[in-house]
């Protein structure tokens, strides 16, 4: 559904500010994202705090998958009439840790109560740095796809309590050459997909690199779909997929780079290609799977 609206949406008003993590508009950087009740968490087995913490960290994370920094942001919640504001608080306790550790200014908001579940929305403005921005349509054909982290069985806790890669990104952008980026929201072979197709390429995945979490092996245990489809489906991830040049992509999983804020290890999972669509290295082909809104 998501899918067709945003085609639909594209063939109205352009491609210019669509098609990214995140709009850009002169120096400044743009993203919302809302989180309702009974799909994308459930209030009551679920801390509050946590529910607001992803609220405010699947936002930063789409702006660091544009490589800026996140400055500003306004919070609107519709609360269930049933709960008293301390709901409102948990909530905010949850964010207040990725506020500091982020320097963030909370700008505004809306509240409102209603007869339904929780609903929470929150809108981040960032700012571009020198280096300029991360898109996904700037892959080119060779690129290789670096991804920051383990992939899949994320349902198991860690879609709550996952990091941002603001640090990482912004290190990235300053001192490597990457061509193009998003992260990892809605599941690996989707976004890939996302990126690979706004760069009007493919690409070829290596399945035998591709890091699979401990949880997603845990998770195989009681779904009875293997590990390797669960990394390549889950979703809520939030690791940064990028495209790099053959060169900089050895360099960098060579010296893996050490720094204060760079918490990660890259993974080599594919390369961009001049034939459409995804495959794997033997040639069969893969159809993007993930969570469609």
Known sequence: METEWI????????????????????DTIITVDMLTEGIDFLLGRVDPQW??????????????????????????VALPKSEGIQLAEQLYNGMEPLIQKYSL??????????????????????????????????????????????LGGSILERQFLFEPRIFEALYLNEHFDIHAAIDISDGFSLDLHRLSFESGLGAKLYEQSIPISPAAVRLSQQTGRTPLEHALSDGEDFELLLAVPP?????????????????????????????????FTDGT?????????
């Open 105 to 150: 200014t909370l700008a505004g908001g809306d509240t409102n109560t209603w007869d339904n579940g929780l609903v929470i929305s929150i809108t981040v403005l960032g700012r571009v740095t020198p280096q300029g921005v991360l898109r996904r349509n700037g892959g080119k054909p060779g690129d290789k796809i670096l991804v920051t982290g383990m």
């Open 7 to 26: 085609k639909w949406l594209r063939s109205r008003v352009g491609t210019e500010l669509l098609g990214d993590d995140a709009a850009v508009i002169g």
């Open 285 to 293: 082909v893969l159809l993007p799977q993930g969570f469609e809104h």
């Open 247 to 279: 060169d900089e992509a050895e360099k960098l999983l060579t010296t893996q780079p050490l720094h204060k804020h760079f918490n990660v290890i890259l993974y080599p999972v594919a390369e961009l290609t001049l034939e459409s669509g995804l495959r």
């Open 51 to 76: 529910i607001g913490r992803k609220a405010l960290a699947v936002n930063l994370s789409d702006i660091a998958a544009m490589g800026g920094v996140p400055t500003f942001i306004v919070v609107a």
